[in-house]
């Protein structure tokens, strides 16, 4: 009775853990491209030569159908990623 009361307790236990991983990696893949990817793509569509302030940013990605009110936090966080990593510059501010 012992040997099968430790089964009984490691067999539930080892059946939610493939569980919470199934439900993890679902949740982790994107349906789109990435924030960076878009940010990428619309600065270099931008004609502007001194870049692309972060309206006319979000004005873009809103234009290309992203919802900016719902996902400002990653774009800002996209953004100082590609400034970070030196693919974007900061000109100014």
């Known amino acids: 009775m012992a040997e099968t009361a430790p ?18 990696s679902k949740a982790r893949k994107p ?5 960076t990817e878009l ?3 619309a600065v270099s569509a931008s004609k ?5 302030s972060l309206a006319a940013l979000k004005k873009a990605l809103a234009a290309g159908g992203y919802d900016v009110e719902k996902n400002n936090s990653r774009i800002k966080l996209g953004l100082k990623s590609l400034v970070s990593k030196g693919t974007l510059v900061q000109t100014k501010g």
Request: charged residues 25%; without cysteine.
């Open 7 to 24: 089964a009984a307790a490691s067999g539930p236990a080892a059946a939610k853990k493939p569980k919470k991983a199934a439900s993890g």
């Open 31 to 35: 349906a789109g491209p990435s924030v």
């Open 39 to 41: 940010i990428t793509k």
């Open 48 to 52: 502007e030569r001194k870049g692309l």
